[in-house]
């Protein structure tokens, strides 16, 4: 086990030559939720639909709960979103048999309330279906053309679907953490010991990630390979890759997969198995901590498809993107792979 954990990450198309200014202010990045279905307008459950700028989503989560006058266990929402951005998501109260206050009150220059309605039932991390993005990135250098190529690059062929930095919290500290409670500390705060489950087996995913992208195979199917249905959990391992495999690879139907580590044996096989089983052992606490906190093996995408990408250049040295990603998947791993941007304030999702 490493005495340091490095973030630094391998690029899919070698290291951008532009750089830029992430995050200037929280409008630089915009997040809005796509949920994929509407509310039914009656139960027990209030959905609240919720613009918020410059703060988390679990501090929200607790103002509502205590203009609510409930436990903040009855407050959920379907994904953390960024601290620093503007971002729009919805929450779900429980009020069974209680008439909901004034969430107007809450309104401030933090967040506001935009909309109330009632459903049946409560909502559940990962309900939601995608995440649309609006990102300025500020006093860019580089040649526009290159930029400008790349960015079709990245519309066509998609980008490593690393985990962003915020998983592992201020530099790594959630993977320190974690090596702590694997060694025998107990936290008793479910909410961290879930965060620092995540960052473990994140790490490892991300480590598997790295060792394709350096092998040039981030993107293709191998023999052996697990291979994830486009926007679900689903996979099949595919024996041998003919043309059916590859002309879905080519549409974005199907993508390489990478473990999310738990216990059982991991689905694959051949050079693809013995890969994952290698970063495995080259991180043996982690490993054995995530089979023995009870997690089942689980397959996440190696590949994230850019939805719908479009750009335009507000002034000269202004750049703004916008596209879509699905539940699970950081804007960040996409504008990595566009410039080396410094980042004025990051946020925590």
Same mark, same amino acid.
């Given at each position: ?9 391998? !690029? ?5 030559? @532009? ?14 939720? #796509? ?10 459950? +209030? ?22 006058? +409930?436990?903040?266990?009855? *407050? ?12 729009? %998501?919805?929450?779900? #109260? ?5 008439? &909901? ?11 506001? +309330?935009?909309? &109330? ?5 409560? $909502? ?16 860019? /250098?580089?040649?526009? &053309? ?19 930095? %915020? ?32 960052? @473990? ?11 394709? *992208? ?22 099949? #391992? *595919? ?33 693809? &198995?013995? =890969?994952?089983? *290698? ?10 901590? $995530?089979?023995?906190?009870? $997690?089942? %093996? ?20 202004? =750049?703004? =993107? ?7 998947? !950081? /804007?960040?791993? #996409?504008?990595?792979? $566009? ?11």
């Amino acid at each position: 086990m490493p005495d340091t954990f490095s973030l630094d990450l391998p !690029y899919a198309f070698g290291k951008p030559e @532009a750089t830029g200014v992430l995050r200037s202010m929280p409008e630089d990045f915009f997040v809005e939720e #796509v949920l994929g279905f509407s509310p039914e307008g009656e139960g027990e459950h +209030v959905w609240l639909w919720i613009e918020k700028r410059n703060c988390n989503t679990e501090w929200v989560a607790e103002q509502l709960a205590r203009l609510a006058g +409930v436990p903040h266990g009855a *407050v959920s929402y379907s994904g953390l979103k960024d601290r620093v951005a503007v971002t729009r %998501q919805w929450f779900s #109260v429980h009020l069974p048999g209680k008439d &909901a206050p004034e969430w107007s009150s809450l309104n401030s220059e933090q967040f506001t +309330v935009k909309e &109330a309605v009632r459903h049946r039932s409560k $909502l559940r991390r990962g309900t939601h279906r995608s995440n649309r993005f609006v990102i300025r990135l500020r006093e860019v /250098a580089g040649e526009r &053309a290159a930029l400008e190529a790349r960015l079709a690059m990245i519309a066509r062929s998609g980008v490593p679907n690393y985990f962003g930095e %915020q998983r592992f919290g201020h530099q790594g500290g959630n993977l320190d953490q974690a090596l702590k409670m694997f060694g025998g500390w107990r936290i008793k705060d479910r909410h961290k010991r879930s965060m620092y489950l995540s960052a @473990a087996r994140s790490y490892l995913f991300n480590q598997v990630l790295a060792r394709r *992208v350096v092998q040039g195979s981030w993107d293709q199917i191998l023999p052996g390979e697990a291979a994830i249905l486009a926007g679900s959990h689903s996979f099949f #391992v *595919v024996d041998e890759v003919d043309a059916e495999i590859l002309r879905r690879v080519q549409c974005m139907d199907i993508h390489p997969s990478g473990p999310m580590w738990g216990r059982g044996d991991v689905p694959c096989s051949g050079q693809v &198995a013995e =890969l994952e089983r *290698v970063i495995a052992e080259e991180l043996p606490a982690f490993r054995r901590g $995530l089979e023995g906190a009870d $997690l089942r %093996q689980e397959r996440r995408a190696l590949r994230l498809q850019v939805m719908d990408l479009e750009w335009h250049w507000s002034d000269a040295s202004t =750049l703004e =993107l916008r596209f879509g990603l699905g539940r699970g998947e !950081y /804007a960040t791993a #996409v504008v990595r792979e $566009l410039a080396v941007c410094t980042e004025i304030a990051k946020g925590s999702s």
